[in-house]
């Protein structure tokens, strides 16, 4: 759970300079955020943000109720910039999935209070939590009759996420994207490294084969250059060519 004093759209600091977020908090929202983004960036019809404020006051009122979460996905929406996601005046819609990173201060808050609150006031279908200090402690949760159910994990530990249509799971230290297929969704850096290492090994492959033809070429002309050479002792000795084809 972030407790922020402002909305911050832009998982940045505050006007004291003091971290909102610890490093890692930013890293893996950041991760979880611009790997949807990029593996959904035909799609305009979501809106995902990381340490941003939510208000959701029955009576409309930015004062009386409102929180702060680390990472929520709301789906059947605009997708363009929000500074905070305003209940009402988005359609009454609630996020579809909640994720919050655990700490010290915050865990007994976000597996009680905020738990309690994103299934009884949210109704927030898909409910994880997970601690980035100790990868072990990782929970997700469906709304199932109104009431919170744990989800079970896949052979690898994986958490299915009917939302997103990917799992969520544990990778070097951060909670990520996963495929049907068990592949790991790429954030934008790893798009990237992937891609210029595809094109490394291509350019490696068209200068293998490049080579491959020149060598064969040059065998070629060598079995031409022989023959030539036999035919040519053949004649001096004065035997007859054709006869021998």
Known sequence: MTIAKEPNPSISISEDDEPLETALHLEQISLLLTSLELFWDDRNDFFAAGNLTIYYSPRQVKSEDSSGLDFFVVLDTERSPRKSWVVWQENHKFPNIIVEFLSPSTAKVDKTTQKTLYQDT?????????????????????????????????????????????????????????TLEGELVFSPQEDLAESRQQAAMEAVMREYAEQRAIQAEQRAVAETQKMAALLAKLRELNIDIDSLL
């Open 122 to 178: 949210f109704s927030t279908p898909e409910y994880f939590w997970f601690n980035l200090y100790n990868s072990l402690e990782f929970a997700g949760f469906r709304l199932q009759n109104g009431k919170y159910e744990p989800i079970k994990p896949n052979a690898q530990g994986y958490l299915w996420s009917q939302e997103l249509g990917l799992y969520l799971g544990s990778h070097e230290g951060f909670i990520r994207y996963f």
